[in-house]
């Protein structure tokens, strides 16, 4: 089952930052949070993973609270083609990531 | 682009038949996934295949059943399907076991059963 927590849907200006919030108040010292997202039936994309720090790539940035239950996903810039539902998935990196994927938050980025 | 890549795009079968689907991983990559996805859902963990062997299993019946080569390719069968085994089947790949980076999803292929 999964182990994680998402608002079923949210909306989000052009332009602006989208913050979604995702709870793991179960998760293992040793369990990663991992963002996957998924556009209209195609397979899902990988975003960012982080353990306890935060992170950042090109694509948003991971914030993970000092606790490690909740956490925040931030597209910086949203952008139409950010439309798609999100995963936040909890899951062990060094024992072969076997992900178990909630219903996801699906994000509208409205003009 | 993942590098991961899914045969065929669609398929069409009939309740009872047997299903054969494929995923190729990127080179290097000896851990792989499989997952179904139903209309609305979030994709589901069937089982995960390392260095040719079964390595966990999902709440799926043994009526699901993997192989992976030393190709890295890999094929997910289904025998005797059934109505609600109509769904997105998705493959996804990660470098290594042990490893620290994660799983790389193929575009998936979607069946249905009549």
């Known amino acids: 089952d999964a182990k994680t927590t998402q608002p079923p849907s949210m909306d989000c200006a052009e332009g602006r930052a989208a913050n979604l919030p995702c709870n793991h108040s179960?998760?293992?010292?040793?369990?990663?949070v991992y963002w996957y997202r998924q556009i209209h039936s195609q397979g899902p994309q990988y975003i960012i993973h982080g353990l306890k720090n935060n992170e950042t790539n090109e694509m948003a940035s991971l914030i993970i609270t000092e606790d490690r239950k909740s956490s925040t996903l931030i597209l910086p810039h949203a952008t139409l083609r950010d439309t798609a539902v999100y995963y936040c998935i909890v899951g062990r990196a060094n024992t072969g990531n076997q992900f178990y994927f909630g219903t996801g938050t699906s994000l509208t980025v409205i003009p | 682009e993942t590098g991961v890549t899914q045969s065929p795009t669609h398929l069409i079968k009939t309740r009872g038949q047997q299903v054969t689907l494929r995923c190729s991983s990127q080179s290097g990559h000896n851990t792989v996934s499989w997952y179904q996805q139903a209309l609305g859902q979030g994709p589901q963990f069937i089982f995960q295949y390392y260095r040719e062997e079964e390595n966990g299993r999902g709440n799926f019946p043994p009526r699901f059943s993997g192989l992976q080569f030393p190709n890295y390719s890999s094929e997910l069968n289904v025998n005797a399907l059934e109505l609600d085994d109509s769904a997105l089947y998705l493959c996804?790949?990660?470098?290594?076991?042990?490893?620290?980076?994660?799983?790389?999803f193929g575009p998936g292929t979607r069946l249905t059963v009549l």
């Open positions: 996804a790949s990660q470098g290594d076991y042990s490893s620290t980076d994660t799983q790389y």
């Open positions: 179960t998760i293992s010292g040793n369990e990663y």
